[in-house]
């Protein structure tokens, strides 16, 4: 059987841009693949949460994969942290990657930028490396953040996954994965890794858009609607989502926060409640108002018997212990036999 890899950073709650651009995914493959899906509590570090905000969070993640149907019969399901073998990859795939690609990626760039302080918007790539270099700015990039795609590389190919479910963000990283087992590959002559490849359960890359005019959703954009929202905060956030005057011309081209709120209804609402608005738009005759009811209601009824799930498996401490457990024996058991294999290729005893 093939083998799958994924995971997502215990930041808070999952919302639906974690949901469609990943979770769908996992539940289908999880019945065709070998799949393992983690939580990447190493990666969150780099943010340097409270312990106590890693511990709530991982297991919130953890409830809420199994709240939206991950099945620990099914797929490996484990905490990144739990599995030790990762960093020592992650350290041999850092003696081979280039600190000049690792400070190219557009992600570090954006991250860096905060990390530093400065500002978004009128500032080009070259003053973020300017800043970096700046021995007067007292704040730093951390060279967690800089790494952030070797490890990612480590969690997929420990495994020698070669299909990962993600989101249309995660496409970079996804090909730094690529070159890095590549790389290794090459460096050494062997095929030790395949190249793994982003999975899509759709015919292209999801990105769930935010509601607030431009952009994806996403926690550190303010914009996310939560799988755990109730009916009242998901009407109270979808009806402030950013509209305009409405379409003079018949047919027009949609401007992005109106074509976002149609992609969202693409996503959670049946193809005849978006061709009926998409018509309306299209004569003209488009009730924002009525649009954002209807899509309030629909990612309501998607939520809510998630939201129930969420609620029952998060306060059963004892399973999610076992879950954890479990997953972390059989991620470790997996990743500790192409270590051996790695130890011996590099030259080390395996
Ligand atoms: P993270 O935690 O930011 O997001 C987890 C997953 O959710 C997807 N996603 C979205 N998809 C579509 N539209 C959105 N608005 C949206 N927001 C989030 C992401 O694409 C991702 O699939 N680097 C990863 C975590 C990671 C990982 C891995 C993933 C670490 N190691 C190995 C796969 C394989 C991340 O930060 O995801």
């Not at 409830?63 to 350290?91: F, H, M, N, W």
Request: charged letters at 25%; glycine letters at 6%; one cysteine or more.
């Amino acid at each position: 059987m093939e083998i799958v890899v994924s995971g997502i950073r215990p930041t808070g709650n999952l919302h639906l841009g974690n949901y469609f651009g990943a979770v769908k995914g996992f539940l289908q493959m999880q019945n065709e693949y070998n799949c393992f899906f983690f939580i990447a509590d190493w990666h969150s570090l780099t943010t340097h949460p409270h312990p106590d905000n890693i511990r709530n969070s991982v297991k919130t993640i953890l409830a809420e994969y199994l709240a939206c149907g991950v099945d620990p019969e099914k797929a490996t399901i484990y905490l990144q942290s739990d599995v030790r073998e990762i960093p020592e990859l992650y350290l041999y795939l850092n003696m081979n990657a280039g600190i000049g690609e690792l400070m190219r990626t557009t992600s570090f760039k954006d991250k860096a930028r905060q990390q530093l302080h400065i500002d978004r918007v009128n500032t080009t790539e070259g003053d973020v490396e300017k800043e970096i270099f700046n021995e007067n700015n007292k704040h730093s990039v951390s060279a967690g953040l800089l790494t952030y795609p070797t490890l990612m590389a480590a969690d997929i190919i420990i495994h020698k996954a070669v299909k990962v479910p993600v989101g249309k963000d995660q496409e970079q990283n996804m090909e730094m994965a690529r070159r890095f087992a590549r790389r290794f590959n090459s460096t050494y002559g062997v095929e030790c890794f395949p190249e793994p490849a982003s999975f899509y359960y759709s015919s292209k890359a999801i990105k769930v858009p935010g509601l607030d005019g431009s952009g994806k959703m996403g926690k550190s954009e303010g914009n996310a609607i939560y799988l755990i929202d109730d009916e009242k905060t998901i009407k109270k956030k979808v009806m402030k989502a950013v509209t305009d005057a409405g379409p003079t011309q018949p047919n027009s081209v949609k401007p992005e926060p109106i074509a976002n709120l149609f992609t969202m209804m693409e996503i959670v609402s049946t193809k005849d409640t978006f061709d009926f608005f998409n018509e309306k738009y299209n004569n003209c005759e488009i009730r924002y108002g009525d649009l954002k009811k209807q899509l309030a209601e629909d990612i309501n009824k998607f939520c809510a018997p998630i939201r129930e799930r969420i609620l029952d498996i998060r306060s059963d401490e004892d399973y999610l212990a076992k879950v954890a457990r479990i997953g972390a024996e059989k991620a470790s058991e997996s990743a500790a036999k192409t270590l051996r294999e790695v130890r011996e290729i590099i030259g080390f005893r395996g």
